[in-house]
C-alpha cells in the first residue's frame, strides 16, 4: 500500500509523512508512465506481471528470498528450454545438411522433422529460419564450384569467361518464372504448409523421378555450353513447382531438365547454380 511504502520512504531518508507519501506518489506515476510507453498496458494490473508479491504481508527479508527462488527457476527453465532447442537446431541442421543435396525437398523434410519432434512453436517455409539454415548449403556450392561460376577467373580464356556469362544469364533468366509466379502464390500456398500436403508431395515426386529415370534414355544436352536460353526458361518453367510445400527446388528442375533432353550432370548442376540467386 501507499502508506506501507511512505513508512519505509520516511525511515530510509528521515523526512515527514506528507513528504514521503508525495514521493511515493510521484513514483508511482512515473513508473506508471514509463510502463504504458514501453507496453501499452496498465500498470496496475497484476496480470500483466510475472510475479507479484504483498511485501507488506510477507516483509521485506521473505519478499527477496521469494524474488530470488523465482528468478532461479525461471533461469533453471530458460536453460532447459535453451538446451531443448540446441538439440532441435542440431537434429534439424543434420536433416538439412542431408537432404539439401538430394532432389528432395529439405524445407519439407524439416516441416515433418519439426512436427515429429512436437515443437509447439513450429514454423513454416516462410520463416527466416528455414532460409537461414540453407545458406551453409548455398555457400558450399559457391565455394566447390566458384572457378566455374567465376567470369573474372584470370585463369580463364576470353571464351570461357564468355561462356560462364552466358551461363549467368541463363540462370537469371531461369529464375524469373519462378520470381514473378511466386509472388502473386506465395501468400495463397502458406495456406498449405502441413506435413499432409508435404507427405503426398515427396511420394508423388519419387514417384515421379522413378518413371523419369526408366524414360529418360536419350540426352541432347551435354554440357551447359549446349543449353540455350529457352532450355533455361523452360526448366525455369518447372522451378515453379517448388512453391507447391513439399516439392524440392532441385528435384523440380532436375526432372524438367531431363525430360527437356539434358544430361543428369548437366541437370543437376544447373539446379545447384539456381539456388544462388534463389537463396
Not at 513508473?31 to 508479491?53: E, F, P
Not at 515433418?112 to 517455409?125: K, M, P, R, S, W
Not at 509466379?181 to 500436403?197: R, T
Request: glycine share 6%; aromatic share 10%.
Amino acid at each position: 500500500s501507499v502508506d506501507y511504502r511512505a513508512k519505509r520512504v520516511m525511515s530510509a531518508l528521515d523526512i515527514t509523512q506528507a513528504k514521503a507519501k508525495d514521493k511515493v506518489l510521484k513514483t508511482d506515476k512515473q513508473r506508471r508512465t514509463y510502463y504504458d510507453y514501453y507496453t501499452s498496458k496498465n500498470w496496475g494490473v497484476m496480470s500483466n506481471y510475472d510475479l507479484c508479491i504483498d511485501a507488506e504481508k510477507f516483509g521485506i527479508e521473505e519478499t527477496a528470498n521469494m524474488i530470488i527462488n523465482a528468478a532461479k527457476k525461471k533461469i533453471i527453465r530458460s536453460c532447459y528450454i535453451l538446451f531443448l532447442e540446441m538439440i532441435k537446431s542440431i537434429v534439424l541442421g543434420i536433416v538439412e545438411g542431408i537432404s539439401e543435396w538430394l532432389p528432395i525437398s529439405s524445407t519439407g523434410h524439416m516441416i515433418l522433422v519439426n512436427e515429429l519432434i512436437n515443437n509447439t512453436e513450429g514454423f513454416t517455409a516462410s520463416d527466416l529460419y528455414l532460409y537461414v539454415i540453407q545458406l551453409g548449403a548455398i555457400l558450399a556450392v559457391v565455394t566447390l564450384y566458384f572457378h566455374k561460376l567465376n567470369p573474372f577467373s584470370p585463369k580463364k580464356t576470353n571464351v570461357e569467361k564468355e561462356n560462364t556469362w552466358k551461363m549467368w544469364f541463363k540462370v537469371i533468366i531461369a529464375c524469373v518464372p519462378a520470381a514473378v509466379i511466386g509472388l502473386v502464390l506465395d501468400n495463397f500456398m502458406s495456406a498449405w504448409e502441413n506435413w499432409q500436403v508435404v507427405s503426398a508431395m515427396l511420394i508423388l515426386y519419387g514417384v515421379a523421378f522413378i518413371v523419369v529415370e526408366s524414360l529418360h534414355k536419350e540426352t541432347k544436352i551435354e554440357s551447359m555450353d549446349d543449353m540455350t536460353y529457352k532450355t533455361a526458361l523452360l526448366i525455369g518453367l518447372f522451378q515453379v513447382l517448388s512453391i507447391v510445400p513439399g516439392t524440392s527446388r532441385s528435384g523440380a528442375t532436375i526432372l524438367g531438365a531431363m525430360l527437356i533432353g539434358c544430361s543428369r550432370s548437366v541437370a543437376a548442376e544447373f539446379s545447384f547454380f539456381l539456388a544462388i540467386p534463389v537463396m
